[in-house]
């Protein structure tokens, strides 16, 4: 082989080797780069979802609540590592609300390149974001307590019924009197103690006894007193969804009640209602818990129940509820006769969305889901 030959596959072998060394500086910064986009998105996910749950304490239009999803948002999407370190809240990290009950975050880095920054220059900027929605609750639901209660309506007529056209409220209407609405601390009577008519049932607050010989007892589990009161103490274990009609428990189970409330009472015994915050706390479950403190969601007296559409009427001898949505409630109290009275609070559920994304209307238990 002559002296140019040998020059030429020189050049060809060096231009192979730079092709080569190219492509393998191409994939290492390429493996690097998406490894960052991965810690990136892990970091954007966890603020999302930490974001969104903020709307489990209240409205997505107040701009407190707001305020406190922004603030969980950047703390969360900010403890773990990007790259050799964490993100700035500040600086890396922005919130945003696109729409009603959700949030989005987006983080950005600015990351060296090793091999590649010939062709691409010394740093590229790697981007993720995330949307969090806290959905409606909507099948799966588990652990609710064996009541299911009309929402609210105004009984224009005072017969204790609901008849066409009354106003029923499925929303917190701040124009109308809140005692009549799923409204956060509203009194809602959970299960009634006594008939319909009685003098010593409790007056002004909903909801109403719909109709004689229905005291909003269910059959969750299965009929008979001592699954309904293994039921009041565990919550429900058999799934359901809306749409879902359940087996309503006849008469008014005072003895299997009060012993079921009583347990529930008893394991918070110092739990009382503080009105500033529209929530319930005492001295083990907090409303605002500090390192190694229980959060005041957790007390055995915050319970989960369904709730059915009274202008779906039940009638006397009626089997069955339609469930039309769940709602969280804090129990203040059980009377000689078994009549619970609750306060209405906002939470999560023990279930999954339903197949609809976007905001709900009415009293809703939530779940977290990611939605982008």
């Known amino acids: 082989m002559g002296i140019g030959n040998r020059g030429q596959v020189l050049l060809v072998f060096v231009a192979a080797l730079l092709a080569l060394l190219?492509?393998?500086?191409l994939g290492?910064?390429?493996?690097?780069?998406?490894?960052?986009?991965?810690e990136l998105q892990r970091s954007t996910d966890a603020g999302a979802l930490a974001g969104a749950s903020a709307f489990f304490d209240g409205s997505w239009s107040d701009s407190a609540i707001r305020a406190?999803?922004?603030?969980?948002?950047?703390?969360?999407a900010s403890k773990d590592k990007v790259a050799t370190s964490t993100l700035s809240p500040g600086g890396e990290i922005s919130v945003a609300f696109p729409s009603a009950e959700r949030v989005r975050v987006a983080a950005s880095r600015n990351v060296p390149l090793f091999f590649s920054r010939i062709f691409l220059g010394p740093t590229k900027t790697i981007t993720a974001y995330s949307v969090a929605e806290a959905s409606a609750a909507g099948t799966n639901v588990k652990g609710?307590?064996?009541?299911?209660i009309p929402y609210p309506w105004e009984d224009t007529n005072g017969n204790g019924l609901y008849d066409a056209g009354e106003i029923v409220h499925k929303e917190c209407d701040p124009n109308s009197d809140p005692s009549h609405q799923f409204c956060p601390?509203?009194?809602?009577?959970?299960?009634?103690?006594?008939?319909?008519?009685?003098?010593?049932n409790p007056t002004g607050i909903p909801s109403l006894q719909q109709e004689p010989g229905h005291f909003f007892c269910l059959a969750l589990d299965g009929t008979g007193g001592s699954v309904y009161r293994d039921t009041i103490v565990n919550g429900g274990q058999t799934p359901v969804k809306i749409g879902d009609a359940v087996t309503l428990e006849p008469g008014d189970k005072v003895g299997p009640t009060r012993q079921g409330v009583d347990d529930l009472i008893n394991a918070d015994s110092?739990?009382?209602?503080?009105?500033?915050k529209n929530l319930p706390e005492s001295d083990v479950y907090k409303i605002t818990p500090q390192s190694g403190e229980t959060p005041w969601m957790d007390s055995p007296r915050v319970i989960r129940i369904?709730?059915?559409?009274p202008a779906?009427?039940?009638?006397?001898g009626r089997s069955e509820m339609v469930i039309a949505g769940f709602a969280g409630f804090w129990i203040e109290s059980i009377g000689q006769q078994g009549t619970i009275i609750g306060r209405y609070v906002q939470m999560p559920a023990l279930g999954e969305a339903g197949p609809t994304q976007g905001p709900s209307s009415g009293p809703v238990l939530r779940v977290l889901r990611l939605v982008e």
Not at 306 to 309: A, C, K, R, S, V
């Open 28 to 38: 290492i910064d390429a493996g690097y780069m998406y490894t960052v986009r991965h």
């Open 68 to 76: 406190l999803a922004d603030a969980r948002a950047r703390v969360f």
């Open 270 to 276: 110092t739990s009382t209602w503080n009105a500033g």
């Open 306 to 309: 369904p709730i059915y559409d």
């Open 185 to 200: 601390g509203t009194r809602i009577i959970l299960k009634i103690g006594t008939p319909s008519g009685n003098p010593h």
């Open 312 to 316: 779906a009427a039940l009638i006397q």
């Open 22 to 25: 190219g492509i393998a500086a």
């Open 144 to 148: 609710l307590k064996p009541w299911g």
